[in-house]
């Protein structure tokens, strides 16, 4: 392996997942503001808006994420528009 190419902040860091509140430690180089203690040990924090607990394609559940607010833009866009006759 060739050396001095692998990041030297490798460390444990807590992902939560803002859509239901689940909450796991991973590795990662990720730089983050917020941290969170879990256990008595204090982690770096990274929100997520979705993950493999809370995506419809691993739960099976359909459910309207909008965290953007993208349907309201989308209606006062073109949601009172009437069709010409």
């Not at 941290?35 to 309207?64: A, C, Q």
Request: glycine letters at 6%; zero cysteines; hydrophobic letters at 30%.
């Amino acid at each position: 392996m060739k050396k001095g190419i692998h990041p030297k902040n490798y460390r444990p860091v807590a992902f939560k997942d803002m859509s239901n509140d689940d909450i796991f430690i991973t590795r990662s180089t990720i730089n983050a503001k917020d941290t969170i203690e879990i256990d008595g040990v204090t982690y770096p924090l990274v929100k997520l808006e979705i993950s493999s607990t809370s995506h419809p394609f691993y739960t099976g559940k359909s459910k309207l994420v909008d965290t953007a607010g993208r349907v309201d833009k989308f209606m006062s866009r073109y949601g009172n528009r009437k069709r010409p006759s």
